[in-house]
């Protein structure tokens, strides 16, 4: 009996260690909301460039800062096809970016348009 208690608690464990290091980023970025370190490259056609700054994630809205300024937008997650969508809060703009990987402290996005070859890898840091 007591081994069976224990081979139960031991795949209870291991459940939910799994659970816990899975890369969902809906259990990372909000319940680790606050400031993000982030850096992105874009490439328009064989044009690269660079930016970095920090992102402010509260539950539904999220500020990106960098040395041009501000810009608030919303988000959402659709944890089927790990998939973040950042929409304007001026505007009905929206990317959405894949979630190429994530950790308990980073993740990396990765946004392309397959018509005009615009993409955006934005990788974010605690």
Not at 15 to 34: D, F, H, Q, R, Y
Request: hydrophobic share 35%; charged share 20%.
């Amino acid at each position: 009996m007591k081994k069976t208690i224990h081979f139960s608690f031991a795949i209870l464990f291991a459940a939910m260690t799994l659970i816990a290091c899975s890369k969902n980023p809906e259990k990372v970025l909000p319940s680790k909301g606050g400031i993000w370190n982030y850096d992105e490259t874009t490439t328009v056609l064989s044009t690269s460039t660079s930016a970095s700054g920090t992102a402010t994630f509260d539950k539904e809205t999220v500020t990106f800062q960098n040395g041009s300024g501000s810009k608030k937008y919303t988000w959402t997650y659709d944890s089927d096809n790990e998939r973040i969508t950042i929409t304007s809060t001026t505007s009905a703009a929206a990317l959405t970016f894949i979630v190429s990987e994530a950790t308990r402290s980073s993740e990396t996005w990765t946004y392309t348009d397959k018509t005009s070859g615009f993409t955006i890898v934005r990788h974010l840091k605690r």
